[in-house]
């Protein structure tokens, strides 16, 4: 089992940035690739960022590329998402998913393990 926790979300002003941090406990989580995905209210989980097992390839929703980079420590594989110029609309709770795929992986079911989520607030 693998148990994922999410820290580094807050209130934010437009403009600002946070960096998402994703650690987790149990299996090797440098042998897993790690997607983070968002939820606004009222509407579907989206993803928005992923990364593959060995950091080699990465993946951004067109919501944030240009304003996001995901990355990943090399010791413990803890992963990162960097995200600069917030917007409103990037107000979401933040979700950190782990799957056992070693490729680029986008779709909810391919995940194996995800975390409690950390909420995201942009302020005009």
């Known amino acids: 089992q693998v148990q994922l926790v999410e820290s580094g979300g807050g209130l934010v002003q437009t403009g600002g940035s946070l960096r998402l941090s994703c650690a987790a406990s149990?299996?090797?989580?440098?042998?897993?690739?790690v997607g983070w995905f968002r939820q606004a209210p009222g509407k579907e989980r989206e993803i928005v960022a992923a990364i593959t097992f060995n950091g080699g390839k990465t993946y951004y929703s067109l919501s944030v590329e240009g304003r996001a980079t995901i990355s990943r420590d090399g010791s413990n594989g803890a992963v990162y998402l960097q995200m600069n110029n917030l917007e409103a609309e990037d107000t979401a709770v933040y979700y950190c998913a782990a799957s056992t795929r070693l490729w680029i992986v986008l779709g909810m079911t391919d995940y194996d393990y995800w975390g409690q989520g950390t909420q995201v607030t942009v302020s005009s």
């Open positions: 149990g299996r090797a989580f440098s042998s897993l690739s």
